[in-house]
Antibody, heavy 122, light 107 residues
Framework: DVQLVESGGGVVRPGGSLRLSCAAS????????MSWVRQAPGKGLEYVSG????????DYIDSVKGRFTISRDNAKNSLYLQMNSLRADDTAFYYC???????????????WGQGTLVTVSS | EIVLTQSPATLSLSPGERATLSCRAS??????LAWYQQKPGQAPRLLIY???SRATGIPARFSGSGSGTDFTLTISSLEPEDFVFYYC?????????FGQGTRLELK
């Protein structure tokens, strides 16, 4: 069975940093693109960033460009999101998700982790 | 950025009834549209991809249709567990975007 398990969330002050991790199992990790999607409490879904199967293509929504970095380690079946200069409006559940096979860094999200909560507050 | 508008925001129906949820794109996205279901406290679950293909394990009462700018998710006969949130998502271009959601509530 496909499993995606996020970790690394927590409470951080504005301007601080966090690194989220996502451990993947149950599929051939380096065949698939991976993504991060967030959801502020009680709000809708926002597709934050994606990375393709081998890590040479990635992109971000404008509001996190220059502050967040997505990466992957195919040897460790792991996805990461380095978040710097965090702001209050980054407060959300962050979900790791798997896209379809292929060269793109984004797509429909076939499998999701359970999410990790990031709270940015002074 | 492609904007997806879902309607209605809230749909009130009873078990056994048919539900029709709409998603409209601000420009043509061919059939690059997916639908997700989200239950309280859980991650979203993919229901439909490429506008009309059911994801693995999704019951046949869920179906999707549409192309271009207008899309529909139909639930043919509502079960009690279907009264939750639904989102559409486009993968035609980056940034990939979601609609604001439709809440399906018990009448």
């Amino acid at each position: 069975d496909v499993q995606l398990v996020e970790s690394g969330g927590g409470v951080v002050r504005p301007g601080g940093s966090l690194r989220l991790s996502c451990a993947a199992s149950g599929f051939t990790f380096d065949d698939f693109g991976m993504s991060w999607v967030r959801q502020a409490p009680g709000k809708g879904l926002e597709y934050v960033s994606g990375i393709n199967y081998n890590g040479d293509k990635s992109d971000y929504i404008d509001s996190v460009k220059g502050r967040f970095t997505i990466s992957r380690d195919n040897a460790k079946n792991s996805l990461y999101l380095q978040m710097n200069s965090l702001r209050a409006d980054d407060t959300a559940f962050y979900y790791c998700a798997r896209t379809g096979a292929g060269l793109l860094w984004f797509g429909e999200l076939f499998f999701w982790g359970q999410g990790t909560l990031v709270t940015v507050s002074s | 950025e492609i904007v997806l508008t879902q309607s209605p925001a809230t749909l009130s129906l009873s078990p056994g009834e048919r539900a029709t949820l709409s998603c409209r794109a601000s420009q043509s996205i061919s059939t690059y549209l997916a639908w997700y279901q989200q239950k309280p406290g859980q991650a979203p679950r993919l229901l439909i991809y490429d506008a009309s293909s059911r994801a693995t394990g999704i019951p046949a009462r869920f179906s999707g249709s549409g192309s271009g700018t207008d899309f529909t998710l139909t639930i043919s006969s509502l079960e009690p567990e279907d009264f939750v949130f639904y989102y559409c998502q486009q993968r035609s271009s980056w940034p990939s975007t979601f609609g604001q959601g439709t809440r399906l509530e018990l009448k």
